[in-house]
C-alpha cells in the first residue's frame, strides 16, 4: 500500500472552476512533488517542494498553484482549467531531493475538465 | 544529460513464460536506475532500484533487473509470467545534475495471455 495519499481520487470541473487537490504523507519525507500524466504516457514533473519551499517549476501555467502548507501536505489549486488539462495528477514524495533518493508515489487524482 | 529508453511499447507473453522488458540508458555519470510498474487506473509502484551495490537487483513480485554497463542495459525479467503482471512498466534514471529528478522512458504495456 502507498503512503502517499491522495484526495480525492476523481474530480470533473467545469472550466470556470475552482477546486483543490490535496496530497499527505507520513513518512517524514521532506520533498514532495505534482506530477501530470496523460493517457499511455510516461508521468511529467509539474512542480517540486524541498523543505516546504518551492524548488522546481517546470514552467508549468499559472492556473495550476501548487501550495505546502506543511511537511507532510502538498495541495495544487485548479482555476480556470482546460479540456486539455484533463489528465491523472500524481503526487509522490522521497526523503530529499539529493541523488540516489527514491521518489514514491500516490494513487493520482484522476481528473476531468468540461 | 540522462535519458532512458524503452525498447517495445507492448510486450504481450503467455503466462509461465519469461518476462524480458528492455531498458537502456545513457548517462555521463554512474547512474541511479529505477523500475516502476502501473497496474490499471492506479498510481506508480516501485519494483527496483540499481544503486551500484550490486549489479544484479531484485524487487518485488518476483521481478529483478541486471545493470550492464558494457551494454549500458537494465532490463527487468521475471520468471514465469502471471496475469496480475500485466500493467505498465517505466523504466526510469536520475537526472544526475538536478538531485533526484526523473527522466521517465515511454513505458512499455505488458499483456500476459490465458
Known amino acids: 500500500d502507498t503512503e502517499v495519499t491522495q484526495t480525492p481520487k476523481h474530480l470533473v470541473m467545469g472550466m470556470t472552476n475552482k477546486k483543490s487537490l490535496k496530497c499527505e504523507q507520513h513518512?517524514?519525507?521532506?520533498?514532495m512533488y505534482w506530477y501530470k500524466q496523460k493517457a499511455k504516457k510516461p508521468p511529467e514533473l509539474m512542480f517540486v517542494?524541498?523543505?516546504?519551499?518551492?524548488?522546481i517549476n517546470e514552467s508549468v501555467p499559472s492556473r495550476f498553484s501548487p501550495e505546502c502548507p506543511n511537511s507532510s501536505l502538498l495541495n495544487l489549486h485548479l482555476h480556470a482549467l482546460q479540456p486539455e488539462d484533463s489528465a491523472l495528477y500524481l503526487c509522490?514524495?522521497?526523503?530529499?531531493?539529493?541523488?540516489?533518493?527514491?521518489?514514491?508515489f500516490g494513487e493520482g487524482s484522476w481528473l476531468t475538465v468540461v | 544529460a540522462q535519458s532512458v529508453t524503452q525498447l517495445g511499447s507492448h510486450v504481450s507473453v503467455s503466462e509461465g513464460a519469461l518476462v524480458l522488458l528492455r531498458c537502456n540508458y545513457s548517462?555521463?555519470?554512474?547512474?541511479?536506475l529505477f523500475w516502476y510498474v502501473q497496474y490499471p487506473n492506479q498510481g506508480l509502484q516501485l519494483l527496483l532500484k540499481?544503486?551500484?551495490?550490486?549489479?544484479l537487483v531484485k524487487g518485488i513480485n518476483g521481478f529483478e533487473a541486471e545493470f550492464k554497463k558494457s551494454e549500458t542495459s537494465f532490463h527487468l525479467t521475471k520468471p514465469s509470467a502471471h496475469m496480475s503482471d500485466a500493467a505498465e512498466y517505466f523504466c526510469?534514471?536520475?537526472?544526475?545534475?538536478?538531485?533526484?529528478?526523473?527522466?521517465f522512458g515511454g513505458g512499455t504495456r505488458l499483456m500476459v495471455k490465458p
Open positions: 540499481y544503486t551500484s551495490a550490486a549489479t
Open positions: 548517462s555521463s555519470v554512474p547512474p541511479y
Open positions: 509522490a514524495s522521497s526523503q530529499a531531493i539529493r541523488s540516489g533518493n527514491t521518489i514514491y
Open positions: 513518512m517524514g519525507h521532506r520533498a
Open positions: 517542494y524541498s523543505y516546504e519551499k518551492l524548488s
Open positions: 526510469a534514471v536520475q537526472r544526475g545534475n538536478a538531485g533526484n529528478m526523473l527522466t
